[in-house]
């Protein structure tokens, strides 16, 4: 698709978006819904990747320029905010450090769990093997 | 002078400029505290500050990039999409993973400031902060949080992420390669992600899955959280 096409399609979903949030009521943010649109148009193949990789590769590789504006309001915050700096600081490293402990310790856990239950199931398999094996060899004899 | 200052030229122009100044110096550096949007950041408010051009100005041509930030969150489903295939052996791990670590930042925040008295504006602001910025500073705004300090907030948190995670996963025996990228992705978001990157191949798709799962996952539960306390 040409670029601004591939516009077009991106643009489209959002003011889809903002349609479920604002008007059917959809209780996520507008742009989140929109993902979810994109998400569910990929996963049906009615759009290929392809297609629209020069919109979502400009978008991807330079995210980060697109909320700068929004952040530099943080001028506008008051002095009560501003105060609490060192605590909103030491909280957010804080929290990251036991999100990752959290995060982490209960995948390994399920996949664990998943790896014991999924050997446990092929060595009975393979015990099966045997035995019939064993049995069909016995009978010959 | 002011009618330079307040077209949105200005405002896009400092914007750009001040980009590309943190995204070269935090090339050359290569510390994650570095980190391109802080750096922006810091240059922009002491720019504004100094010169005693108001914010208002700044925005003229700053909410043009703003509006931005709709297709930019939408094109996340692309990475999401590619990553989704992963899934496939190891979901019901993934999902609790992502889930058990985006639930355990909601409570975090939400039980700590009540211990230490933050203001309900500022709980609802930390909320959201594991999850990328695009998603993070709407659900912010939704929730009644401040959206600059969300920001800040996910951007510390992501530069948390990419600094210690490793450091973590060794002190807690986290040595899955699954559940490393799971933990980096659903605690820190795309900066953790770089950093998962770095670590190994599943640890950055890992990661990069976690981005997404956890983004849609507190935006869900996020609100519901909150109309229940």
Partial sequence: MRI?????????????????????????????????????????KIIKPEQISGVSSFFLNHLALFFLPPSIAIMAVGDDVLSKWPLLLFLCIAF?????????????????????????????????????????????? | MNAI??????GILLSLVAFEIGVTISKKFKYSFLNPLLIANILIVGF???????????????????????????????????????????WKPILAGIFAGSLTSLACVIVVSKLVGLSDTLMLSLLPKSITIPMGSVVSAQIGGIPPVTIIA????????????????????IKNKVAQGIAIGTASHALGTTRAMEIGEVQGAMSSLSIGVAGLFTAIVAPIIISLI
């Fill in chain 2, 154 to 173: 996910i951007t510390i948190t992501g530069i948390t992420g990419a600094v210690a995670a490793p450091a973590v996963c060794r002190f807690c025996r």
């Fill in chain 2, 48 to 90: 504004l500050l100094t010169t005693g051009i108001s914010l208002e100005s700044y925005n003229v041509g700053g909410d043009y990039i703003s509006v931005m930030l709709s297709p930019a969150t939408v094109v996340l489903a692309v990475p999401l999409y590619r990553q989704i295939s992963k899934l496939k052996q190891f």
């Fill in chain 1, 96 to 141: 990251t450090l036991v999100t990752i402990a959290v995060g982490g310790r209960v995948t390994q856990l399920f996949i664990r769990k998943q790896e014991y239950r999924e050997n446990l199931a092929l060595r009975a398999e393979r015990l099966a093997k045997r035995t019939s094996h064993n049995e069909s060899n016995g009978g010959e004899k």
């Fill in chain 2, 5 to 10: 200052i307040n077209s949105p030229l200005f």
């Fill in chain 1, 4 to 44: 601004p096409l591939q516009l077009a399609v991106i643009f489209a979903i959002c003011v889809a978006g903002e349609f479920l949030h604002r008007i059917v009521g959809v209780p996520l943010p507008g742009n989140i819904i929109g993902m979810v649109l994109l998400l569910i148009l990929l996963c049906s």
